[in-house]
């Protein structure tokens, strides 16, 4: 089993800063790429950003605003989310596509998502 943990959340105002983190545990062998994914109430879950061992990408929206890194001692992810805007509001989910121990294919796994509410 993977299993991916957020944590970090919580409600803030606009301007304000949070910073996300996701554990991940299990019998992983190989990352490809870690991100971050939101939904907000009643549209479609969109990339954020995400990063593989030598690049990263973000949305536009988040762009300048937004950072994601990773420590792979701690096999943990983060994204440093700067000067919020109302917008930002919606579920935050962690995913990471990656290869198993115990399978030769690469698959997506997700977190459970952890709530980001920015107050205008």
């Known amino acids: 089993q993977v299993q991916l943990a957020e944590s970090g959340g919580g409600l803030v105002q606009a301007g304000g800063s949070l910073r996300l983190s996701c554990l991940a545990s299990?019998?992983?062998?190989?990352?490809?790429?870690m991100g971050w994914y939101r939904q907000a109430p009643g549209k479609q879950r969109e990339l954020v950003a995400h990063?593989?061992?030598?690049?990263?990408n973000y949305a536009d929206s988040v762009k300048g605003r937004f950072t994601i890194s990773k420590d792979n001692a701690k096999n943990t992810l983060y994204l440093q989310m700067n000067g919020l805007k109302p917008e930002d509001t919606g579920v935050y989910y962690c995913?990471?596509?990656?290869?198993?121990?115990?399978?030769?294919?690469?698959?997506?796994?997700w977190g459970q998502g952890t709530q980001v509410t920015v107050s205008s």
């Open positions: 299990g019998s992983i062998l190989s990352i490809n790429l």
């Open positions: 990063i593989t061992s030598g690049a990263t």
């Open positions: 995913y990471v596509n990656g290869r198993r121990s115990d399978d030769h294919n690469y698959r997506n796994y």
